[in-house]
Structures are given as structure tokens and as C-alpha cells.
């Protein structure tokens, strides 16, 4: 995923950074999403899934299902508040993650992490995905290239710490945001 990316700027400035060797050793990636999200607004303390509502006679609700267990049509469950539920989306980081990390997980050659942290979880509960998370995503030494740690935060209150500096920095830490 990350497509759109593909074709931004950014994705190409950093691919000829990473070959020119201006972007090399990198240990460290924060990466960011702040966007209010249609899930902010719900109560974390729900107790069970909505109601059921009459399905739309324009919605075949079994095949929009697919493989999902079976729930009852609810409006929140459509229209893009499906990423938020557990049983069918992913989050902030299921529908923002792959666009912000794209870049480096290509050309850093990330693959998959061995290890995944959740490190804050603001309003967790059962049913959908929190209002804010820090995640940490542990990825190995790879093809001549030191292990790296991706932090995922996202939240209207979650905002990681840049450095505040006008020197160029000297670390191996990368910032999306």
C-alpha cells in the first residue's frame, strides 16, 4: 500500500538520499499522525457492539461483510468508521501507517519486525481502536544495515518530540511527520 506515495516528491528525494549515502545507518524512525479521526468523538466506555439499524436498501450487507463474523448493520460500520472497529479495520495505522512508512520500510529494507510494543494506549477498549497510541515496531540488522526502531504515534494528543535545533542533526533518527 502507500501508492500515493509513489509518486510524491518525497518518496524520490529520499530514494536518491538513501543512494547517495546521505541517508544511511539509520537506528531510529518517528513516524506521526495527528488527523482527527471519526472514532474520536465515541464513548471508549461502550459495553457492546451498536445496535442494529435497518440495512439500505442500496447495501448488500452479507457480501460487504465478506469473511468478517457475522455483525448486525449499524451506520458505523460503513462509510469509513469500519477502520476504526477491531473486527474490520486497523486504525490510524492501518489507514495512515502505510502512506507515512512507506518510504523507508522500501528503501531501508525493513521486512517484517521481530518484536512490537505497545507502549500507550489512551481509551483502549474491547471494540474499536484507541483514541491515541505509541507503538514501537523493532526491525533487525538487514543487508549491511543496523537494526531500527519505528515509534508510531498517533492522537490529537500524542504529538512526539522533535528536536528543536537549527544545526542539521546528527543522528540516525528519521522523522515522518
Not at 509518486?7 to 530514494?15: L, P, R, T
Not at 463474523?69 to 460503513?78: A, E, S, T
Not at 473486527?87 to 531501508?108: K, N, Y
Request: aromatic share 16%.
Amino acid at each position: 500500500m502507500g501508492n500515493q506515495g509513489h509518486s510524491e516528491a518525497n518518496y524520490f528525494q529520499f530514494k536518491a538520499w538513501k543512494e547517495a549515502g546521505i541517508i544511511k545507518d539509520v537506528t531510529a524512525i518517528t513516524a506521526h499522525m495527528n488527523s482527527p479521526r471519526r472514532w474520536h468523538g465515541w464513548d471508549p466506555n461502550i459495553k457492546s457492539f451498536p445496535p442494529a439499524e435497518p440495512i439500505p436498501s442500496t447495501l448488500d450487507w452479507d457480501t460487504w461483510l465478506g469473511v468478517v463474523k457475522h455483525h448486525d448493520f449499524n451506520k458505523d460500520f460503513v462509510n469509513g468508521q469500519w477502520r476504526c472497529w477491531y473486527d474490520f479495520g486497523m486504525g490510524a495505522l492501518g489507514d495512515w501507517g502505510a502512506h507515512i512508512l512507506d518510504t523507508a520500510h522500501e528503501f531501508l529494507d525493513l521486512g517484517l519486525p521481530y518484536e512490537v510494543n505497545p507502549t500507550y494506549l489512551k481509551d483502549h477498549n474491547p471494540f474499536f481502536f484507541p483514541m491515541s497510541s505509541t507503538i514501537v515496531f523493532r526491525f533487525p540488522e538487514r543487508n549491511n544495515m543496523p537494526a531500527v526502531d519505528v515509534t508510531w504515534y498517533d492522537g490529537l494528543d500524542n504529538i512526539p518530540q522533535v528536536p528543536k535545533t537549527t544545526e542539521p542533526l546528527k543522528s540516525t533518527r528519521i522523522y515522518l511527520l
